[in-house]
């Protein structure tokens, strides 16, 4: 079966500081994509990044990297030197190439504080 | 400018009457997918389609149904048989396969479906 699941219901950081979200999925297949999703108040989805499954380097993108470690099957999201615009829900996400089927994790409210 | 577009952004209905949810892409995407929002659960995929006259269940297809005649359209009719239909509804598309560089799936601004 595939699965997300992302046990942190709420998170806050300080601005400028550094905060981690975690996520964990489970798949028996071999071709998969695993994404972080940021939904703002306006409920807009919009991908913060994402990683090959068998792509042994952690993506970044600029203030955002991930900590793939495929044998957890854990894919958390490391957000550095955060900001206020960064304050949203965060999707952890995962796609199976063998069925097509994208499904996500329950969320994580993130809040930053000035 | 291509996108999505999912239409109405609110939608009011009474119980015990189906309705139907637009969802329409101009990125000629030939994945479309159907998640239903509700707080604290996340997003939960009711259906998904990856080509046309063909769509599969996703984990909570019951009182959901859908069509796919055309690419870029992929309506979800919300039947009187769901029986906690009021929930946020988010449409979304991707190509079919997830291996080009910097592919990802593309969201609508979601429906705000209500039923009193």
């Known amino acids: 079966a595939q699965t997300v699941t992302q046990s942190q219901p709420e998170m806050s950081v300080q601005e400028a500081e550094t905060v981690t979200l975690s996520c964990t999925y489970d798949t028996s297949e071999s071709d998969y994509y695993l994404f972080w999703y940021k939904q703002p108040p306006s409920r807009q989805m919009i991908l913060v990044i994402r990683?090959?499954?068998?792509?042994?380097q952690n993506a970044t993108e600029n203030r955002f990297s991930v900590n793939f470690q495929k044998a957890a099957k854990s894919f958390s999201l490391k957000i550095s030197d955060s900001q206020l615009g960064d304050a949203a829900m965060y999707f952890c996400a995962s796609y199976s190439g063998n069925t097509g089927k994208l499904i996500f994790g329950q969320g994580t409210t993130l809040q930053v504080k000035p | 400018d291509g996108g999505i577009t999912q239409s109405p952004k609110y939608l009011f209905r009474k119980e015990g009457q189906n309705v139907t949810l637009s969802c329409e892409q101009n990125?000629?995407?030939?994945?479309m997918y159907w998640y239903r929002q509700d707080p604290g659960q996340g997003l939960r995929l009711i259906y998904y389609s990856q080509i046309v006259n063909d769509f599969q269940k996703g984990d909570i297809a019951e009182g959901y149904s859908v069509s796919r005649e055309k690419k870029e359209s992929f309506p979800l009719t919300v039947t009187s048989a769901q029986k906690n239909p009021t929930a946020f509804y988010l449409c979304?598309?991707?190509?079919?396969?997830?291996?080009?560089?910097?592919?990802?799936?593309?969201f609508g601004q979601g429906t705000r479906l209500t039923v009193v």
């Open positions: 990683q090959e499954a068998y792509k042994q």
């Open positions: 990125l000629n995407h030939d994945a």
């Open positions: 979304a598309s991707s190509p079919l396969a997830m291996t080009g560089l910097n592919t990802e799936a593309f």
